[in-house]
């Protein structure tokens, strides 16, 4: 079982900067995914950027070369960071954990994330 808290996001102009991060606590299975999804209002929630236990990334093309994904597998923490911000980024971001050995997914209660223009 785990449970994801995140930290960070707020207000931002565009072209600014934040960064989100995201604990893991709990016991659980070392080879995983762990990542960053959003969700715009009126929206379905999309992948924003993943990276694997074993260092493998993907970004949405929309934020290739703005954003940065991170993470620490001693810490069980990632992180994403957020540059050259848009108002399109304007979104609730959720941080996930995907196990796909036992089919778990697990996500954080999310932190809203403001990109003024």
């Known amino acids: 079982q785990a449970r994801l808290v995140e930290s960070g996001g707020g207000l931002a102009q565009a072209g600014g900067s934040l960064r989100l991060s995201c604990v893991a606590f709990?016991?659980?299975?070392?080879?995983?995914?762990m990542g960053w999804f959003r969700q715009a209002p009126g929206k379905q929630r999309e992948l924003v950027a993943a990276?694997?236990?074993?260092?493998?990334?993907n970004y949405a093309d929309s934020v290739k070369g703005r954003f940065t994904i991170s993470r620490d597998n001693a810490k069980n923490t990632v992180d994403l960071q957020m540059n050259s911000l848009k108002p399109e980024d304007t979104a609730v971001y959720y941080c996930?954990?995907?196990?796909?050995?036992?089919?778990?997914?697990?996500w954080g209660k999310g932190t809203l994330v403001t990109v003024s223009s």
């Open positions: 996930n954990l995907f196990i796909e050995y036992y089919g778990l997914n697990y």
């Open positions: 990276v694997a236990s074993g260092g493998n990334t």
């Open positions: 709990g016991s659980f299975y070392s080879s995983n995914v």
